[in-house]
């Protein structure tokens, strides 16, 4: 299917295999808001839309979206406790967090992959803030135009170097494309109509 923005109120783009809002099973007219949690199994993922953020989240995923307050300064757009999420957000200060890893956001895209003992980000395009969920004096600031500088943020404690150098990996700039195009945006850069896309499958 072509891209386009999604109607007012329209939260999914396209869903497949099991994916569920709150423990109940999805639909394509399913509504997605602030306080819900998206979940997927094996061989499923969901494209989705909320406010003017959109997402990819892939195979055996959690992902919550905390209901937001006026009274945070820096409030979570989502937190990923397990699983793999593409995500571009609107310009705004916030935060995403995973098990081991806080990321401080200026509006980017992003791309998250939680594993047992590290967590996996790529900053796409803008800057992002990282820190260790258990101590916010270890951290980076990274700058990116493209897929620059992807880290890995250990959760063990005891390692010395807990923000480390990764290499970029399962995803693609058609995928960023694609959910930007979601929310009347576009990528920072040209991407090719006829770039051949580097993954054959959403999961």
């Keep these: 299917m072509t891209p386009t923005s999604l109607a007012a109120g329209q939260s999914i783009y396209q869903i497949d295999g099991d994916v569920r809002i709150n423990g109940i099973k999805a639909t394509q007219n399913t509504a997605i808001k602030q306080g819900d949690t998206?979940?997927?199994d094996e061989n499923s993922f969901a494209i989705f839309v909320v406010n003017k953020d959109a997402f990819i989240l892939r195979s055996n995923s959690t992902l919550s979206l905390p209901a937001q307050t006026k009274a945070a300064s820096s409030p979570n757009a989502f937190n990923l406790t397990r699983g793999r999420a593409l995500s571009v957000l609107a310009s705004r200060k916030?935060?995403?967090t995973t098990p081991s890893a806080v990321i401080g956001i200026r509006g980017t895209g992003v791309y998250i992959e939680v594993e047992?003992?590290?967590s996996y980000v790529c900053t796409c395009y803008g800057t992002v803030d990282l820190a260790t969920s258990d101590d916010p004096s270890?951290?980076?600031t990274i700058q990116a135009q493209h897929h620059d500088d992807p880290r890995y943020i250990l959760a063990d404690k005891n390692q010395r170097n807990r923000i480390q150098p990764a290499p970029f990996k399962d995803h693609d700039d058609q995928?960023?494309?694609?959910i930007e195009t979601?929310?009347?945006r576009t990528t920072p850069y040209v991407v090719p109509k006829s770039l051949t896309r580097?993954?054959?499958r959403y999961y």
């Design 38 to 40: 998206v979940e997927t």
């Design 94 to 96: 916030t935060r995403i």
């Design 116 to 118: 047992p003992e590290r």
């Design 138 to 140: 270890i951290n980076e």
């Design 175 to 178: 995928e960023l494309l694609l």
């Design 182 to 184: 979601l929310v009347g």
């Design 198 to 200: 580097s993954r054959r």
